[in-house]
């Protein structure tokens, strides 16, 4: 029995009436008295009464009647639901971020523009170690992966950059005056996932960063940094996001360090779904934040307004 035969059959018992069931379903009367029996046949079971003048269903044919219309209706929805697919309305999408990404508002304002448009896809979103990120998305386990640059990402893989910010440096709260260069060479550091920042510093200031913790997360390199274990190197957008006791922000003098916020993902994706969230990300322009755009706070705008008389500090920086 194929579909057809249960939309012949769930006509003729919405019709009660061979010549209208069959105008309905553009056919000859005949044909659908044929395709009937061979239903009937098929099933062992009668499924109407026919008279000269009447037909009806029979008590078989009513109880066939309820799970047609079931089946009818369910490829109906099956149909739909294939058919939005294929256009990304429906499915699911894998998103992949590092902390920093949601500090910077890069990643909900990502989210709140798709859900915006596309409301029954459905987003799921991890934080995961910023290493494996870009292999988790070559791999397939992750969709989308929004890291922090620079990165090693695997040929397979686009990126798109969603934000320029720069690098400055967070340090006790009881260190009040800049930290100058003398100092950051004989510092402690707590480095972060993303290291960039603190060597780029340590390349200009030609030294060799001392760094004696690793902790993973910005909130743990920030914990570290409250507790006196060291200074870090750190994206500025975290500076307005986590407030922690014992912890306050430095710019870093010369050239700001710039730091990148980017999207990556696969350059042979074939979801539809995820290609829409794609199409997006890639008509959104970088959004780009001169240094005099990071509020620093109190200290951090004293720090910037001494950095040019401050000649010990301003001498560490050659590039």
């Not at 170690?129 to 893989?157: K, Y």
């Amino acid at each position: 029995m194929e579909l057809r035969h249960l939309r012949y059959f769930v006509t003729l018992a919405e019709e009660l009436h061979f010549a209208r069931a069959a105008e309905r379903l553009n056919i000859a009367p005949p044909t659908l008295t044929v395709q009937i029996q061979e239903i009937e046949r098929s099933l062992s079971a009668r499924l109407f009464v026919r008279t000269k003048r009447s037909v009806a269903l029979t008590s078989a044919g009513t109880i066939f009647l309820a799970e047609a219309q079931k089946v009818l209706a369910q490829y109906q929805h099956a149909e739909s639901i294939g058919r939005r697919a294929g256009r990304g309305e429906v499915g699911r999408v894998e998103l992949g971020y590092v902390a920093s990404a949601a500090y910077a508002g890069v990643l909900q304002e990502q989210v709140t523009k798709f859900t915006s448009t596309w409301e029954e896809v459905d987003l799921v979103a991890r934080e995961l170690a910023m290493d494996a990120l870009p292999q988790n998305v070559a791999e397939g386990s992750v969709d989308i992966g929004f890291v922090r640059l620079p990165l090693t990402i695997p040929s397979e893989l686009r990126i798109h950059v969603l934000l320029r910010d720069v690098f400055c440096l967070a340090v006790p709260s009881n260190i009040q005056s800049p930290v100058t260069g003398i100092e950051l060479a004989q510092a402690s550091f707590i480095a972060p996932e993303q290291e960039a920042g603190t060597f780029e510093l340590a390349r200009r200031g030609s030294f060799t960063p001392n760094i004696v913790s690793t902790p993973g997360s910005l909130l743990a390199v920030l914990a570290q940094v409250s507790i006196g274990a060291g200074i870090a190197v750190v994206p500025s957008a975290v500076r307005n996001v986590v407030h922690l006791p014992g912890v306050s922000f430095q710019a870093i003098g010369g050239e700001p360090i710039v730091s990148e916020v980017a999207a990556v993902f696969r350059s042979n994706e074939t979801s539809p779904a995820v290609l829409n969230m794609i199409s997006q990300i890639q008509a959104t322009s970088a959004k780009i934040l001169a240094p005099h755009e990071f509020n620093l706070g109190v200290e951090g705008m004293q720090c910037s307004a001494r950095h040019a008389r401050d000649a010990t500090y301003s001498s560490g920086w050659g590039s």
